[in-house]
């Protein structure tokens, strides 16, 4: 679970994903109560080291796949596609007929080209906009 979380922070803490790094505490609160399904769930190990993961939630006959995450050292091998495929064959098997997932145009690993190929279309655009908001004397 802590080799998950941190796969999860070291690939979300590049630049352009606008990711708060959270803590082993934080993530496992994110995770109770949520509608996370761990034994849907595709992680990739390299002998003891995490390479990658898929994390989805179902929702009714729909699923979200909030997090796609493969560590610089195992990328560009194909390895995203094919934890996608992985996990996309156990939401069909869990009855699932929908999958949804966000990313941001802008992604500097082409996320739109990884989703693409692996069969999504892009349905929506929003776009984002974020100010810090200064503390108050
Ligand atoms: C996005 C990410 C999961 C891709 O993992 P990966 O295992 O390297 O991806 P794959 O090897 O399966 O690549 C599949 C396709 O995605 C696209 N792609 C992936 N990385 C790319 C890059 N750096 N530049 C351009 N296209 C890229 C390509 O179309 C690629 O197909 P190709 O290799 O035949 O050209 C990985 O870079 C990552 O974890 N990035 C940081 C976290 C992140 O942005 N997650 C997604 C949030 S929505």
């Known amino acids: 679970m802590a080799g998950r979380r941190a796969a999860r922070e070291e690939c979300f803490d590049e630049p352009g994903h606008g990711h708060v790094v959270r803590t082993f505490e934080q993530y496992l609160d994110d ?3 949520s509608p996370y399904r761990p034994d849907l769930w595709s992680v990739a190990w390299d002998g003891d080291q995490l390479a990658g993961l898929v994390l989805c939630e179902l929702d009714g006959d729909a699923a979200e796949v909030p997090w796609v995450a493969v560590r610089p050292a195992w990328r560009r091998r194909g390895l995203a596609l094919s934890l996608l495929d992985r996990t996309h064959h156990h939401l069909a098997a869990a009855g699932v007929t ?3 997932l966000r990313t941001v145009a802008e992604n500097a690993n082409d996320t739109v080209g990884l989703y693409t190929k692996a069969g999504y279309a892009v349905t929506a655009r929003h776009p984002r906009h974020r100010k810090p908001v200064p503390a108050r004397a």
């Open 31 to 33: 995770l109770r109560g």
């Open 98 to 100: 929908k999958v949804r």
